[in-house]
């Protein structure tokens, strides 16, 4: 059955502007747009799949990008056919997220690969393969460097990070500049440094004592730095008689510098007696943790990890906007990672974002990784967020150097072949054949 769409514009000479989705494709008459459903017939936009339901679910709402609506509610969700997936040509090299590199057609659902957080300083982390599939497309070549010898294949709309943002690879200009990446961390280099970090030898400033082999100046260290610093009887007594003879705390100067002090010592020592306050506060304010929430406490449960629900966090290191403590929905403290689930407002109200951006920046000056997953994934791709958790629990080693190049011509090419596609998350983007590229450009991430 056809019917007309409703989300179109009419342009001139014919064209219709597609509008269901952020890519608003300009269509000619007799075309399709990328999705393949939608044909432009005698100026007005065709939907080919209209009442061809493919399925049909009773979802969580935490699974919907809207709001408005009560935590724990249920939606009817359909789905016809269609793909706007973006694509590859054989043999494009996928760098994976232990450095090795794989071929787009031989991906698979719960592979690693390299992503970057784009919103929070480039840092780097595992991004996890969802699906993948292939359809037939014509390629287009983008040339770049110096000489423009290195090329890149693509389809058409494939979203490329240029100096001003991701743009498809049909709209990036000669000029433009694209950011190429290389793995700094080799075989060789990780073959080497396991046996070269166990023979290093250390040298105690305290005691004067060298230590060889990284897990013996642990040792070392955490004894020999602490040793002594308990208070003894007789300076304890002294304390007392000194608060009940002449309590400086009378002194108005000397009570404000004495409570500055301790709001010091309460940010640093969880062992400070007005935690007892926070730890109220936190119980009131987190009695009934959300759906996301207590779905992502049974997968770790499935996966028989040991892990702290709502843990607090106090960083040592602040920005000035900081906030001194910080709740992580999950976390695994010995590994140091805070798992997040976001919903709606995390992705689509700005001040929520801005704060979470904050938030990840302090605690990874911290020494924290942050791992932030879209509560949808955790009904829509359970097995693929479990290989996404074990990836950062594993903690790989992923550095890199990465450089701007000139593009030099991009091109329609005469190749029109089968091509390869796949989606992963959370960040949505990965490295291809060198180049930092996305894999949706109207996810909605």
Request: charged share 25%; glycine share 6%; with cysteine.
């Given at each position: 059955?056809?019917?007309?769409?409703?989300?179109?514009?009419?342009?001139?000479?014919?064209?219709?502007?597609?509008?269901?989705?952020?890519?608003?494709?300009?269509?000619?008459?007799?075309?399709?747009?990328?999705?393949?459903?939608?044909?432009?017939?005698?100026?007005?936009?065709?939907?080919?799949?209209?009442?061809?339901?493919?399925?049909?679910?009773?979802?969580?709402?935490?699974?919907?990008?809207?709001?408005?609506?009560?935590?724990?509610?249920?939606?009817?969700?359909?789905?016809?056919?269609?793909?706007?997936?973006?694509?590859?040509?054989?043999?494009?090299?996928?760098?994976?997220?232990?450095?090795?590199?794989?071929?787009?057609?031989?991906?698979?659902?719960?592979?690693?690969?390299?992503?970057?957080?784009?919103?929070?300083?480039?840092?780097?982390?595992?991004?996890v393969v969802t699906r993948t599939g292939s359809r037939l497309a014509r390629i287009w070549d983008l040339r770049y460097g110096a000489r423009g010898v290195r090329h890149l294949s693509?389809?058409?709309?494939?979203?490329?990070?240029?100096?001003?943002?991701?743009?498809?690879?049909?709209?990036?200009?000669?000029?433009?500049?694209?950011?190429?990446?290389?793995?700094?961390?080799?075989?060789?280099?990780?073959?080497?440094?396991?046996?070269?970090?166990?023979?290093?030898?250390?040298?105690?400033?305290?005691?004067?004592?060298?230590?060889?082999?990284?897990?013996?100046?642990?040792?070392?260290?955490?004894?020999?730095?602490?040793?002594?610093?308990?208070?003894?009887?007789?300076?304890?007594?002294?304390?007392?008689?000194?608060?009940?003879?002449?309590?400086?705390?009378?002194?108005?100067?000397?009570?404000?510098?004495?409570?500055?002090?301790?709001?010091?010592?309460?940010?640093?020592?969880?062992?400070?007696?007005?935690?007892?306050?926070?730890?109220?506060?936190?119980?009131?304010?987190?009695?009934?943790?959300?759906?996301?929430?207590?779905?992502?406490?049974?997968?770790?449960?499935?996966?028989?990890?040991?892990?702290?629900?709502?843990?607090?966090?106090?960083?040592?290191?602040?920005?000035?906007?900081?906030?001194?403590?910080?709740?992580?929905?999950?976390?695994?403290?010995?590994?140091?990672?805070?798992?997040?689930?976001?919903?709606?407002?995390?992705?689509?109200?700005?001040?929520?974002?801005?704060?979470?951006?904050?938030?990840?920046?302090?605690?990874?000056?911290?020494?924290?990784?942050?791992?932030?997953?879209?509560?949808?994934?955790?009904?829509?791709?359970?097995?693929?967020?479990?290989?996404?958790?074990?990836?950062?629990?594993?903690?790989?080693?992923?550095?890199?150097?990465?450089?701007?190049?000139?593009?030099?011509?991009?091109?329609?090419?005469?190749?029109?072949?089968?091509?390869?596609?796949?989606?992963?998350?959370?960040?949505?983007?990965?490295?291809?054949?060198?180049?930092?590229?996305?894999?949706?450009?109207?996810?909605?991430?």
């Open positions: 059955m056809i019917k007309e769409a409703l989300l179109y514009q009419p342009l001139a000479d014919s064209r219709v502007r597609c509008t269901a989705c952020a890519r608003y494709c300009n269509i000619p008459e007799g075309k399709v747009g990328l999705c393949g459903v939608r044909q432009n017939i005698g100026g007005k936009l065709q939907l080919l799949v209209y009442g061809k339901v493919i399925t049909g679910h009773i979802d969580p709402i935490e699974k919907k990008p809207v709001v408005h609506y009560m935590p724990g509610s249920k939606i009817f969700s359909i789905a016809t056919t269609g793909c706007n997936w973006l694509c590859h040509p054989a043999g494009a090299e996928i760098l994976l997220s232990n450095g090795d590199k794989k071929p787009v057609e031989e991906l698979l659902p719960g592979d690693s690969l390299w992503s970057y957080d784009v919103d929070n300083g480039m840092n780097i982390h595992p991004n693509l389809t058409a709309e494939h979203p490329v990070m240029t100096d001003s943002g991701w743009k498809s690879v049909e709209k990036v200009a000669p000029g433009e500049k694209i950011l190429k990446v290389w793995y700094q961390n080799t075989k060789d280099w990780k073959r080497k440094r396991p046996g070269s970090i166990q023979r290093a030898v250390f040298n105690c400033t305290k005691c004067g004592e060298s230590v060889k082999g990284i897990d013996n100046w642990n040792r070392h260290r955490g004894r020999c730095y602490t040793e002594g610093m308990g208070m003894s009887l007789e300076v304890r007594e002294h304390h007392r008689q000194r608060m009940i003879s002449d309590n400086p705390m009378k002194d108005p100067d000397v009570a404000r510098r004495a409570i500055g002090a301790s709001k010091q010592r309460f940010l640093r020592d969880p062992s400070h007696g007005w935690h007892r306050n926070t730890e109220r506060l936190r119980t009131w304010l987190h009695r009934h943790p959300s759906e996301g929430q207590k779905r992502l406490y049974e997968l770790l449960d499935e996966m028989g990890l040991e892990y702290d629900q709502e843990y607090r966090i106090q960083p040592e290191l602040r920005r000035p906007d900081s906030r001194a403590t910080y709740i992580a929905d999950a976390a695994f403290p010995d590994a140091k990672l805070d798992i997040e689930v976001d919903g709606w407002w995390h992705y689509k109200h700005e001040p929520t974002r801005e704060r979470d951006i904050i938030r990840d920046q302090t605690l990874r000056a911290n020494g924290w990784q942050v791992l932030r997953v879209s509560g949808r994934y955790l009904y829509a791709h359970r097995e693929e967020v479990k290989a996404l958790i074990i990836q950062h629990i594993a903690m790989p080693v992923m550095l890199n150097k990465r450089t701007w190049v000139d593009v030099t011509s991009v091109e329609p090419t005469e190749r029109f072949e089968p091509v390869y596609s796949f989606e992963c998350i959370p960040n949505h983007n990965y490295v291809g054949d060198s180049i930092i590229l996305h894999n949706c450009s109207y996810c909605q991430n």
